[in-house]
């Protein structure tokens, strides 16, 4: 059974792995926090390290607790049980000390196992280990033949007709050139509700598109959300996709400047130039404050906005600001929101600059 919708709000997920300076370490996790997020049952999902990379467990809780969520639930991505997850972990959160003040605020932290024995694993074992002799690998539940690439364009059009009917009333408000997002959107999420909480500048489609066409960078708030877009359709136009979270200078930055890390990373991002650039932002409502202050300044012009940041502090006040903005954009208002929102968004201006239709 998954979670309630109010239960997906209130909880956040930190994924946390040991750490490595090879970069695929770290972009092993976070295409595992994107699966998961787009599963749907957790809504903010962030990944932690102990060790040789960033954020650390201590950052990631700091990132959630700021999304107001009520409960946080830490699972280590290690095979087994072992010091690192009996008592590593437990000691670089800071269990003992920290624990108290977080109830104190209404938070509690609740600790997972880790993956263990699981007939899931044994699965994936065996497909690499036929895969390393030379043999195809097929799922059991997967056909891949004409039929079964028939029967998913089936299901695509058969969850498109019943979206149009859901939203029939709601889509009827919107020009047509504005329907291909609110149905992406609403398809991703399977939520109807999206429909109403849209809201598309006038000059938001063309202003996206005439982006992407142009080789425009694309900056997002969150890996996740740069992990949900596909780089090699969007290499197509010379485009190139960036997040800063990570820079090792946004932690300077952060501390001197007392930023959050979203609001650092936006600002670094804006120093590098973002002139023409679309923003997706998915996660982090201090991004948009910083991006909307330095656009205030005069100090960058953007060619898009996507601000649809999630959670009970900030979100919707800086969806309210985006919109006072002169820059065209794309928001959700409300608290609603996440990285599969502002992936959906761009997907499907994406497939609009592409000259596709949706079906």
């Keep these: 059974m998954g979670l309630t919708t109010k239960m997906q ?11 490595s300076k090879l970069p695929h370490n770290r972009e092993n996790l976070e295409k595992i926090a994107a699966m998961i997020c787009s599963r749907g049952k957790f809504k903010t999902v962030e990944i932690a390290f102990m060790v040789r990379d960033t954020p650390t467990v201590n950052d990631a809780v700091d990132m959630i607790v700021e999304k107001g969520v009520s409960k946080i639930v830490l699972v280590p991505a290690f095979l087994a049980a072992g010091v690192h997850t009996t008592e590593d972990i437990p000691g670089l959160i800071d269990v003992k000390e920290r624990e108290p003040k977080l109830k104190a605020k209404g938070i509690e932290l609740v600790y997972g196992e880790p993956i263990g024995s699981d007939e899931r694993i ?16 097929r799922k059991d539940s997967e056909i891949v033949d004409a039929y079964s690439v028939s029967a998913a364009g089936k299901i695509v059009d058969k969850s498109m007709m019943l979206i ?3 939203i029939s009333d709601d889509l009827a408000k919107f020009p047509k050139y504005k329907v291909p997002i609110v149905e992406r959107v609403v398809h991703t999420t399977a939520d109807p509700e999206f429909a109403k909480l849209l809201v598309i500048s006038d000059d938001a489609v063309k202003a996206g598109v005439d982006a992407i066409k142009a080789g425009a960078k694309v900056v997002t708030d969150v890996k996740m959300v740069k992990a949900g877009i596909n780089e090699a359709r969007l290499k197509k136009f010379g485009s190139q996709i960036y997040t800063y979270m990570n820079d090792e200078r946004v932690m300077d930055l952060a501390k001197k400047e007392d ?18 650039a679309i923003i997706l932002v998915g996660n982090a409502p201090t991004a948009v404050f910083e991006l909307a202050d330095q656009i205030k300044a005069g100090k960058v012009k953007p060619a898009l906005i996507v601000a649809v940041p999630v ?3 900030g979100a919707s006040e800086s969806k309210e600001v985006t919109e006072k903005l002169s820059i065209p954009y794309v928001v959700t208002r ?9 992936v959906a968004v761009f997907n499907a201006l994406l497939t609009l600059a592409e000259g596709k239709l949706y079906g």
């Design 9 to 19: 709000d209130s909880v956040g997920l930190i994924l946390i792995g040991h750490g």
């Design 122 to 137: 044994a699965e994936i074992l065996e497909e690499k280990a036929l895969k390393a002799l030379g043999q195809e690998v």
């Design 164 to 166: 149009r009917q859901a």
């Design 259 to 276: 930023l959050t890390r979203s609001a650092a990373a936006m600002r670094l991002a804006i120093k590098d130039g973002l002139d023409g």
């Design 311 to 313: 959670g009970f502090v």
């Design 334 to 342: 409300g608290r609603k929101g996440g990285s599969t929102i502002a």
